[in-house]
């Protein structure tokens, strides 16, 4: 097996996915995920964003099957064609976000996220934030459970459950989402070039505390964050032909 098509099989811990990875492992030669130029992932939708962050410009494709629940970012399971599956997928590349945050104690935290950035109440009283793109304040004064500001990939994640728009994957754009904003009532976020700076700063922080969080990464007692993409890293991941992420993005715009 040469390095350019070597493949190393992962799995998250469900069953389904641990039964999986038994069963390519003994059928198909592979390597250890160092050594791999192809990340073949069992699992859902969460273990993919594991993997993703796990892989970020290492050069690796990541190929998802989905033995999961949702399975967005991953491909159908079947246990056949494997290596035909391979050699006709689609490559999409897909650009993080990264985050910037300091807390109450000045602390400074720094984290990635492939699907969006949140900040979250902390408590039974409604965040207050004042909201700034490229340094010029949009918002004085946001009343809310929380905000964030999604990828493309992630828009149809917690972005669309908070009632924000799906963007095409190709996009060069970003969602800013407000979640159950109390004041101003009539606002319901922004579509942003994806190269704005969003900074967002917390009012009344030590009454009205607030937490960060990038995908999986999560920072309380928030006063200040800055977010903005990451054009330096980078992820790609294979879509089998005909089921893109861009397809997949397009089709669950005309879901009812």
Not at 215 to 234: L, M
Request: charged residues 20%; hydrophobic residues 40%; glycine residues 6%.
């Amino acid at each position: 097996m040469s390095s350019d098509n070597a493949i190393a099989f992962i799995a998250s811990d469900a069953p389904e996915a641990q039964a999986a990875l038994t069963d390519f492992s003994e059928r198909f030669p592979s390597v250890p995920a160092s050594e791999a130029s192809v990340v073949v992932a069992f699992g859902g939708d969460g273990f993919m964003l594991q993997a993703m962050h796990q892989f970020v410009s290492t050069g690796k494709t990541i190929y998802g099957m989905n033995r999961g629940s949702v399975g967005f970012l991953m491909n159908e399971y079947s246990e056949t064609a494997l290596e035909d599956r391979l050699a006709r997928a689609n490559v999409t590349e897909v650009h993080p976000l990264r985050m910037e945050a300091e807390d109450a104690a000045g602390n400074q935290h720094n984290a990635l996220a492939f699907n969006e950035v949140s900040l979250l109440r902390q408590t039974y009283q409604a965040a207050k934030l004042s909201l700034a793109i490229d340094g010029r304040t949009r918002l004085d004064e946001l009343i809310c459970d929380g905000v964030l500001l999604s990828t493309p990939a992630g828009s149809t994640a917690y972005n669309l459950s908070a009632h924000g728009p799906i963007l095409p994957v190709n996009s060069p754009l970003l969602a800013l989402t407000p979640i159950s904003a109390f004041r101003p009532r009539r606002w319901r976020g922004a579509i942003l070039p994806c190269e704005a700076e969003v900074t967002i700063e917390v009012l009344e922080p030590e009454k009205r505390p607030v937490s960060a969080v990038a995908d999986h990464d999560e920072f309380r007692n928030i006063r200040k964050v800055h977010i903005a993409e990451d054009q330096s890293q980078t992820v790609r991941l294979m879509f089998d032909e005909g089921h893109s992420l861009e397809e997949r993005v397009l089709s669950e715009q005309f879901r009812y």
